[in-house]
């Protein structure tokens, strides 16, 4: 009797399993426009609105892309358009796109890894010992178990601050869950007056903030390593190394620039004390890398300064994570290659570690990729919205990289415009993704070679 009950779920789980290892980018692909479906149809709702007569399909499609894809651009204030209805469903897709994307990264990353070679052996070797590409649930409950630890931790750093403030407690807990939902996801949305501005002379809450973004941006892989491994980190696989390295370097770099160009500007931060200063600029350098929370206008910020966070943007976080762009290991492998090459050497190496070529390949590949959508996105948003092209790139970009950070593009955007940002959010959320398990995958052995030669190149 009960194996007859239990058949459909388990008829249901293999079917899932089968596609997930035939064909994991449509099930991807497929999943996600499903889920965006959904929470369109209940932001669609009267009862989502505060104003029950202002229902946008646009503005709703978009919002709800911008929750499942956890970018944070939104062409309207949420506090003041959204009903409480509206905010929970709101986060209700951030809660449901980050453990779809940490979910089916980690599918589309084993993919990648079994042809590529970079073995994801914490999986292996600490939570599913015998783990294999079909195997969705067992994935699914290691993945469920690291977000809700995750972000009850920095529920438990918020409330007390919150209520500090002044807050009641029914207040504290809601909006210390929803940005610990929001920051663990790289999500950037706020439900406070100003965004995160609110908040730009509380230091605690903006370094809470701030580390669950720049652990979430990890990815789940390198989460899982560095927590069960923390005490050996000669013995982090390669990915985890430089996934740390080149996120430290970034965070570096952009701190620095960041404070370099803004520190003089009063608009922004020059007129903050020395304290407030290095605090937001550091937040600020985190944020670019797929976080979306800001502490001061992005219009305002020099154009020294949008030129930099747009490469940050680009460059984005971690490969399995809820973070966006390009990815820091693709850049980091793009820039071993060109330094091997500069010196002469025939293998690309890092850490006492040789990369194999096909990598390289997938690295150039994803890249080519994100470039080519931002130009025709660019191209199309001029032609829609014939606002400035330093606002549109940065709102391409953002959008792209599922940042949220905003120059004002999104908020002035017609209808058509919210659906061109909306697909440039979707693809940049699981296009780079699949686009790497589907290169890794065509893998064609031919039976000859042509002559080689070798065009001149510089």
Not at 158 to 187: C, K, M, Q, T
Request: glycine fraction near 10%.
């Amino acid at each position: 009797m009960s194996e007859r009950v239990f058949a459909p779920g388990r008829r249901l789980r293999d079917f899932v399993d089968r596609v997930a290892d035939s064909s994991p980018a449509r099930l991807a692909m497929v999943s996600f426009v499903g889920v965006i479906a959904v929470f369109a149809v209940l932001l669609c709702l009267p009862i989502a609105h505060r104003d029950p007569g202002d229902i946008s399909i646009a503005k709703s499609v978009f919002t709800a892309v911008s929750a499942v894809c956890v970018t944070g651009l939104t062409p309207v204030v949420t506090e003041e358009y959204w009903s409480d209805f509206g905010v929970a469903v709101i986060t209700a897709g951030i809660q449901v796109g980050g453990l779809g994307i940490l979910t089916l990264a980690s599918v589309l990353g084993m993919v990648v890894s079994r042809k590529l070679g970079v073995r994801q052996r914490l999986i292996a070797a600490q939570a599913t010992n015998t783990f294999k590409l079909g195997q969705v649930g067992t994935l699914l409950r290691v993945v469920v178990g690291t977000i809700v630890v995750a972000e009850a931790v920095v529920f438990a750093l918020l409330l007390p601050r919150f209520l500090l403030r002044g807050e009641e407690l029914g207040d504290a807990v809601w909006h210390s869950a929803f940005y610990a939902i929001s920051a663990f996801n790289n999500a950037g949305f706020t439900i406070h007056s100003g965004g995160m501005e609110h908040f730009a002379n509380d230091p605690l809450i903006l370094i809470v903030i701030m580390l669950a973004v720049f652990v979430g941006s990890l990815g789940f892989p390198v989460i899982l390593m560095v927590t069960f491994l923390w005490r050996r980190p000669r013995r982090w696989d390669l990915h985890t190394k430089l996934t740390l390295a080149t996120s430290g370097i970034l965070v570096a770099v952009g701190f620095a620039f960041l404070l370099l160009f803004e520190a003089g500007n009063p608009r922004t931060l020059g007129a903050h004390g020395f304290w407030d200063t290095n605090v937001e600029a550091l937040f600020m350098s985190v944020m670019t890398r797929s976080g979306g929370f800001s502490t001061v206008s992005v219009p305002d910020m020099s154009a020294s300064s949008h030129l930099l966070v747009d490469v940050l943007i680009f460059i984005g976080g971690g490969s399995s994570s809820t973070a966006g762009g390009i990815k820091v290991t693709t850049l980091a492998i793009l820039v071993l290659a060109a330094w091997s090459e500069a010196r002469g050497l025939r293998d690309v190496s890092a850490f006492q570690r040789r990369i194999d070529p096909s990598v390289i390949k997938v690295a150039i590949s994803v890249t080519l990729a994100g470039f080519t959508i931002v130009i025709v996105g660019t191209l199309i948003m001029l032609q829609v919205t014939h606002l400035k092209l330093d606002l549109v790139l940065f709102e391409v970009i953002s959008a792209f990289g599922t940042c949220g950070l905003s120059s004002g593009v999104t908020e002035a955007s017609p209808p058509a415009g919210l659906y061109v940002l909306s697909v440039l959010m979707f693809l940049g959320r699981l296009g780079t993704i699949t686009l790497a398990a589907a290169v890794s995958q065509r893998d064609t052995q031919r039976l000859y070679r042509f002559p080689e030669e070798r065009p001149i190149i510089g």
